[in-house]
């Protein structure tokens, strides 16, 4: 864990060697005001050798100064450095992200993961700009002070250095105690915003059913986990402190005690009375920065625990001679491919069929059936348990990734935009196409000449998800980003069951033209949209059922002729 933290100090490796240097000179310089001090007290004054008190003085000034520019270096850019190294591991965990399989998604809430990439790194950069910082200083400081008191008078220096093991036994012994809370606390607030982002992105489905009293309930749940778990890791905290503040404390009654006693016998003078008592009060400072460190650090170190365990998780990989494929004919078999999403249920069961070149194939049947699973194995979403999925007769995993999805389109019937504008959305179709590509894409999707009577045209902002615009509307710009991308292989899941007959018929128009030459498999149940598939094949939990096209199906007077009889009849009832 440590050295894996430790590598995110090399792009900044310059930086914190500075700061380093800064902290040892601000530490140095604290030393010396008792020495000068001592001086002062047992030569200077009772000599009357006043230039030298004055020199000292100037010195003393001189590195009190020099002081100001260390500290102002340690303050400024250690947090710059602390802030670079966060936004580096907020990169590469944004990055691991990107490529993790869809799998990690559906076991993980957006909030929580957003919680661990933000305010747990928010942590981890604090620790890693002061924990190192107040961990050197300490050191030089208490090594620096034990030495200078060891030459005063060394029985004494033993006995005020004495509390340090107890004060190391303390802080061992809460460790452990502190680690869990704080774990505990960074787990239960990322199901706070868990719970916040997935109350705020439905709060038009909160305020339709008028679930209010409802949403509050599950908010305050986590938020009251959150308060119990913060509750103990504040109690370890406060017998964490409490139990070094009375050690630290008693230290001052042990330094009087012994100091006067070694005064009264005449073993120190007064001047070295005072040292004493001065390096006490620089022994005290880095006792109360470990201590602080202590809480740092497993504040810290449980926030990059959770990063590690999202950079830990294995990434979708290409196979080892997996080949970049830049176009394909669009010919499909499946080789009797099983997928389930766990041990206790099959979702597929040995799927074997062919889809040719340039055709369009429909799958239907009731929820559950696994339609929409086999189209998310084509694109490699997921992985088949067994079997093989072929494109142009080569296994889909001799692709890359990135170049088996560039050769497919997907068209959802819950569509995502991203927040920005029109263009933008578009736009991520394909990154390298002209404006003039964009707008014929759009024209192509019968969406151009709406986006024109809109007061920014293509630069009107949409809201968070496409808000602002209809189900249609929506629904169109994401055919328009297909017909910018131009794949070969084309999946329509549902993408029409959600709009009404009138904007259905349009999209539908839309659909048909991008479905031209592309070989298209279209999921659906409306099955009034599919009566003009080349093949229908209906899919069950048993699997394939029936396959052929709409009239064979119908005179069949199967399962596709009775859900297409139901259909009809309830359309004219």
């Not at 007959?501 to 659906?524: H, P, W």
């Amino acid at each position: 864990m440590i050295k894996k933290f430790i590598q995110y100090y090399k792009p900044v490796k310059k930086v914190f060697i500075i700061d380093m240097i800064c902290a040892f000179a601000v530490s140095v310089c604290d030393l010396f005001y008792p020495m000068i001090t001592r001086k002062i007290i047992n030569v200077y004054v009772p000599n009357q050798q006043f230039q030298l008190l004055i020199t000292w003085l100037i010195v003393l000034a001189f590195l009190y100064i020099a002081k100001v520019g260390f500290n102002y270096y340690i303050t400024y850019y250690g947090h710059i450095m602390g802030v670079q190294m966060q936004s580096n591991m907020r990169r590469n965990v944004f990055d691991h992200l990107q490529d993790l399989p869809f799998v990690f998604f559906d076991d993980n809430k957006t909030g929580t993961l957003t919680s661990r990439i933000v305010n747990d790194l928010m942590e981890v950069s604090e620790l890693a700009h002061h924990g190192p910082e107040d961990l050197f200083i300490s050191l030089v400081m208490m090594i620096g002070s034990f030495i200078i008191l060891a030459t005063i008078n060394l029985p004494l220096a033993l006995i005020v250095f004495s509390i340090v093991p107890f004060l190391v036994f303390f802080a061992m012994k809460l460790r452990v105690k502190m680690s869990d809370t704080f774990m505990e606390t960074r787990v239960t607030i990322g199901e706070v915003n868990a719970t916040l982002e997935n109350s705020i992105t439905g709060i038009r489905v909160s305020k339709a059913f008028g679930n209010k009293e409802s949403e509050i309930k599950k908010f305050e749940k986590n938020n009251n986990m959150f308060q119990v778990a913060r509750a103990k890791a504040y109690k370890v905290m406060a017998q964490f402190h409490t139990g070094s503040s009375f050690i630290i404390d008693f230290l001052n009654i042990l330094v009087l005690g012994a100091g006067g006693i070694f005064f009264y016998k005449g073993y120190i003078n007064i001047g070295d009375f005072a040292a004493f008592i001065l390096y006490i009060g620089n022994f005290l400072n880095p006792i109360r920065k470990l201590i602080n460190f202590v809480e740092q650090y497993q504040s810290g170190i449980s926030g990059f625990k959770r990063f590690t365990e999202i950079m830990d998780q294995p990434l979708e990989v290409d196979e080892p001679n997996a080949v970049t494929v830049n176009s394909v004919k669009g010919e499909i078999d499946f080789d009797d491919v099983s997928f389930s999403y766990d041990e206790h249920k099959t979702i597929l069961d040995d799927i074997s069929f062919t889809i040719e070149q340039g055709k369009t194939v429909a799958l239907v049947g009731p929820s559950g059936g696994g339609k929409t699973t086999l189209c998310h194995l084509i694109p490699r979403f997921y992985e088949t348990e067994s079997g093989n999925i072929f494109i142009d007769g080569r296994n889909i995993k001799e692709f890359t990734l990135k170049s088996l999805r560039n050769n497919i389109g997907i068209v959802q019937q819950d569509v995502f935009l991203f927040t920005g504008t029109i263009y933008d959305n578009i736009h991520c179709g394909r990154f390298d196409a002209t404006e003039e590509e964009v707008m014929d894409a759009a024209k192509k999707a019968n969406i151009h000449d709406l986006i024109m009577t809109l007061p920014d045209g293509y630069n009107t902002y949409i809201g968070e998800r496409g808000v602002k615009l209809s189900g249609g509307q929506k629904q169109r710009i994401s055919i328009a980003r297909i017909f910018l991308k131009n794949p070969p292989i084309l999946i329509l899941d549902e993408a029409t069951s959600a709009l009404d007959n009138v904007t259905e018929l349009l999209i539908q128009q839309s659909l048909e033209e991008l479905s031209k030459g592309r070989t298209t498999i279209i999921v659906a149940h409306r099955l009034s949209t599919i009566k003009n598939a080349d093949e229908i094949i209906v899919i069950t939990n048993k699997g394939i059922e029936e396959k052929g096209n709409h009239e064979a199906l119908v005179a069949k007077e199967g399962i596709y002729a009775n859900l297409y009889n139901s259909q009809f009849k309830n359309i004219h009832s």
